[in-house]
C-alpha cells in the first residue's frame, strides 16, 4: 500500500509519531555516550585509588626489603576489587613481590610520580610509586579487571532502550491526539465534498434541513458547497473566455490566410494584364530600332533605347511579383532536367556583367573541375544565381565579386556569391528577405530596387529543397551561400555524378572595362583553371 492510499489521519499520526520517536533515540544516544564516558572516568578513578593504597601500604616492606610483607599487602588486592594481578619492582628493574596470575612477561615501568592508567581490550592497567621513609622507591603494576563495567553498562544500554520504546509509545499517543485535533474539522467537509459529488446528499434538502443531513453538519456542507460553487462558475468563466479567444484567433488567421491568397490572385491577374502589353511595347521597340538602322534615324535611337530599357525593367519587375504570388499560392511548379552546372554560372556571370559599374569590379567564378551536372530546375537555379549576382553588382563600386560552387557532402552542391560592397549591419540582416523590404530607405534612395529579388530567392530556394543563409560584415561584404541538392527528388533523376571535395575550380573573370578601352563589356579578361 503507498503513500497516497494512506488517509490524512494515519499519515498525520505516523508522522508525529516518527518525528517524536527520532528526537527520542537521538536524545538517548546522546545520554548513553556520557554515561560511557562518565562509568569509565569513576572506574578509573576508583583503581587509580587502591593502587596507590596498596602501594602507600607496600612502602615499609621496600623500605625493610621484606618481600614477604610486600607480598602480603598486595593480597590485601583480593575480593571485590577486581583485581587480577599485582606486581613490586624496585628502582633498577627487580621484581621484588608478585600477587596473582600476572603474564609471563610483565617488563618493569619506567619510574613515575604519580599513578597512571591504561586501557586494552579488557583490563585497565595501573602504575603507581611505591616511596619508603628511607628513601627507597620503587613502582606498583596492577591489572583490573573491566568485567563489572561492562556489565553496569549492558544493563544501563537496557533501561534507556525500554526508556526509548517508552517515549515511542508516549510519541504515538501524543500524536494521536494532535492528529485528532488537526483533521477531525476537514472529515465531515470531505464526506460532505465526496456526498455533493457522487449526489448522494440532496442540497436542497440540506437547506431545509436544521443541523445535519446524514451526519454532515449543515453549515460545513453549505460552505463548502458554496466555495466549489464559486470556484466552479470562476473556471467555467475563465474556460469560456479561452474557447472564444481561441476561436477568434482562428477565423483571424483564417481570414488572413484567405486575404493572402486574395492578393496572391490579384497579384497574379495584374501581373498578366500588365506583362502583355509591356511585351509588345518591348517587341515594337526591337522592330523601331531595327527599322532606324534602315532609315538612318540616329537621333532617337537614344530615346528607344531608354525605352527599351524601362520596359524591360518593368517587365522584369512584374515577372518577379508574378512568380512570388504564385508562390505564395502555391502554384509554382518544379520542372527538373538535367543541368550543367558550369554553363549555369557562366551564363549568370555574363549576364550581370553590363549591371558592373565603372571598371573598378570584377566577377570571378569557380567552379570545381570534377561539378559537371546535377539534376534540377533550370530555370529556378539561373534566377537565383542572377538575383544575387544583380544584388552584389548593384552594391559593389569597387572590388570581386566571386561566384563558387562546392560539393557539401554526397548529395548537395553549395553556390557562394561574395562581394566586396557596402555590407550590412546586424539589423539589416534580421529584414533582408523580406518582401519589398531594403537595408533601409537610404538604401532604395542610393542603389534603387523593390526588395523583391532576395525574398523571391528565399522562396525559390526553399521550394527546391535547399536553404540560404547570408554573412555581412558593414563596410567590407557580403556573402551569400545557396545549399540545394544534387538530385531534386521530382520525376525521375539521372545517375548521381561523382564530386570530389579536393577538386581544382577553375577560374573566369569578368571585367567592365573602360569605355575608352573600346573592349566588349560582355567579354572575359581573365581566364584560369
Known amino acids: 500500500m503507498g503513500r497516497a492510499d494512506l488517509s490524512l489521519g494515519t499519515r498525520t499520526v505516523l508522522g508525529i509519531t516518527l518525528l517524536f520517536?527520532?528526537?527520542?533515540?537521538?536524545?538517548?544516544?546522546?545520554?548513553?555516550?556520557?554515561?560511557?564516558?562518565?562509568?569509565?572516568?569513576?572506574?578509573?578513578?576508583?583503581?587509580?585509588?587502591?593502587?596507590?593504597?596498596?602501594?602507600?601500604?607496600?612502602?615499609?616492606?621496600?623500605?625493610?626489603?621484606?618481600?614477604?610483607?610486600?607480598?602480603?599487602?598486595?593480597?590485601?588486592?583480593?575480593?571485590?576489587?577486581?583485581?587480577?594481578?599485582?606486581?613490586?619492582?624496585?628502582?633498577?628493574?627487580?621484581?621484588?613481590?608478585t600477587w596473582g596470575d600476572p603474564p609471563v612477561v610483565v617488563?618493569?615501568?619506567?619510574?613515575?610520580?604519580?599513578?597512571?592508567?591504561?586501557?586494552?581490550?579488557?583490563?585497565?592497567?595501573?602504575?603507581?610509586?611505591?616511596?619508603?621513609?628511607?628513601?627507597?622507591?620503587?613502582?606498583?603494576?596492577?591489572a583490573f579487571s573491566l568485567t563489572e563495567l561492562e556489565a553496569l553498562r549492558a544493563d544501563n544500554r537496557t533501561t534507556v532502550w525500554a526508556l526509548v520504546l517508552v517515549m515511542y509509545g508516549l510519541a504515538f499517543l501524543m500524536s494521536l491526539g494532535l492528529a485528532s485535533w488537526l483533521v477531525r474539522p476537514l472529515g465531515p467537509?470531505?464526506?460532505?465534498?465526496?456526498?455533493?459529488?457522487?449526489?448522494?446528499?440532496d442540497l436542497e434538502e440540506l437547506a431545509r434541513s436544521a443541523d445535519t443531513v446524514g451526519g454532515y453538519r449543515r453549515d460545513e456542507a453549505m460552505v463548502l458547497h458554496h466555495a466549489l460553487a464559486m470556484m466552479a462558475d470562476r473556471v467555467g468563466h475563465q474556460m469560456q473566455a479561452v474557447t472564444e479567444a481561441w476561436r477568434a484567433a482562428e477565423e483571424a488567421g483564417e481570414a488572413a490566410v484567405e486575404e493572402s491568397?486574395?492578393?496572391?490572385?490579384?497579384?497574379?491577374?495584374?501581373?498578366?494584364?500588365?506583362?502583355?502589353?509591356?511585351?509588345?511595347?518591348?517587341?515594337?521597340?526591337?522592330?523601331?530600332?531595327?527599322?532606324?538602322?534602315?532609315?538612318?534615324?540616329?537621333?532617337?535611337?537614344?530615346?528607344?533605347?531608354?525605352?527599351?530599357?524601362?520596359?524591360?525593367?518593368?517587365?522584369?519587375?512584374?515577372?518577379?511579383?508574378?512568380?512570388?504570388?504564385?508562390?505564395?499560392?502555391?502554384?509554382?511548379?518544379?520542372?527538373?532536367?538535367?543541368?550543367?552546372?558550369?554553363?549555369?554560372?557562366?551564363?549568370?556571370?555574363?549576364?550581370?556583367?553590363?549591371?558592373?559599374?565603372?571598371?573598378?569590379?570584377?566577377?570571378?567564378?569557380?567552379?570545381g573541375v570534377d561539378i559537371t551536372r546535377m539534376h534540377g530546375d533550370l530555370t529556378k537555379l539561373r534566377q537565383c544565381l542572377l538575383n544575387l549576382l544583380s544584388n552584389a553588382a548593384k552594391f559593389t563600386e569597387h572590388g570581386e565579386i566571386w561566384v563558387r560552387v562546392r560539393p557539401i557532402g554526397d548529395d548537395q552542391l553549395r553556390f557562394e556569391v561574395q562581394d566586396t560592397g557596402v555590407g550590412m549591419k546586424t539589423e539589416q540582416l534580421q529584414r533582408v528577405f523580406e518582401e519589398f523590404g531594403q537595408a533601409d530607405a537610404s538604401t532604395t534612395r542610393r542603389y534603387g530596387g523593390t526588395g523583391l529579388g532576395l525574398s523571391l530567392t528565399r522562396h525559390l530556394v526553399h521550394l527546391m529543397g535547399g536553404t540560404i543563409e547570408v554573412h555581412s560584415r558593414f563596410g567590407e561584404g557580403s556573402v551569400f551561400l545557396i545549399t540545394v541538392p544534387l538530385e531534386l527528388d521530382v520525376g525521375a533523376s539521372p545517375q548521381r555524378p561523382a564530386l570530389s571535395e579536393g577538386s581544382s575550380p577553375r577560374l573566369i573573370a569578368w571585367q567592365n572595362a573602360p569605355a575608352s578601352a573600346g573592349s566588349d563589356p560582355t567579354s572575359p579578361h581573365a581566364a584560369a583553371s
Open 189 to 201: 467537509l470531505t464526506k460532505a465534498a465526496q456526498g455533493i459529488r457522487d449526489g448522494t446528499i
Open 261 to 367: 491568397r486574395a492578393k496572391s490572385r490579384f497579384l497574379a491577374n495584374m501581373s498578366h494584364e500588365l506583362r502583355t502589353p509591356l511585351n509588345a511595347i518591348v517587341g515594337y521597340a526591337d522592330m523601331l530600332d531595327d527599322d532606324l538602322d534602315d532609315m538612318e534615324r540616329d537621333e532617337v535611337r537614344g530615346d528607344l533605347r531608354r525605352i527599351r530599357q524601362a520596359s524591360r525593367h518593368l517587365l522584369s519587375l512584374i515577372s518577379n511579383i508574378l512568380d512570388l504570388s504564385k508562390v505564395e499560392a502555391g502554384r509554382m511548379e518544379l520542372f527538373c532536367e538535367p543541368i550543367d552546372v558550369r554553363a549555369v554560372v557562366e551564363e549568370a556571370v555574363a549576364a550581370v556583367a553590363p549591371l558592373l559599374s565603372g571598371g573598378d569590379v570584377v566577377v570571378r567564378s569557380a567552379v
Open 107 to 142: 617488563d618493569p615501568p619506567q619510574p613515575v610520580r604519580v599513578s597512571t592508567a591504561s586501557m586494552t581490550a579488557d583490563t585497565l592497567r595501573v602504575v603507581a610509586p611505591v616511596a619508603g621513609r628511607a628513601g627507597s622507591r620503587g613502582q606498583l603494576v596492577a
Open 21 to 97: 520517536g527520532l528526537l527520542a533515540t537521538g536524545m538517548t544516544g546522546l545520554l548513553q555516550a556520557r554515561f560511557d564516558e562518565l562509568s569509565l572516568h569513576v572506574e578509573t578513578q576508583r583503581v587509580r585509588n587502591l593502587a596507590e593504597i596498596t602501594a602507600a601500604a607496600s612502602a615499609p616492606g621496600l623500605d625493610f626489603g621484606d618481600e614477604e610483607l610486600i607480598a602480603e599487602r598486595l593480597a590485601l588486592l583480593e575480593g571485590p576489587s577486581g583485581a587480577q594481578w599485582a606486581t613490586v619492582f624496585s628502582d633498577d628493574g627487580r621484581r621484588l613481590a
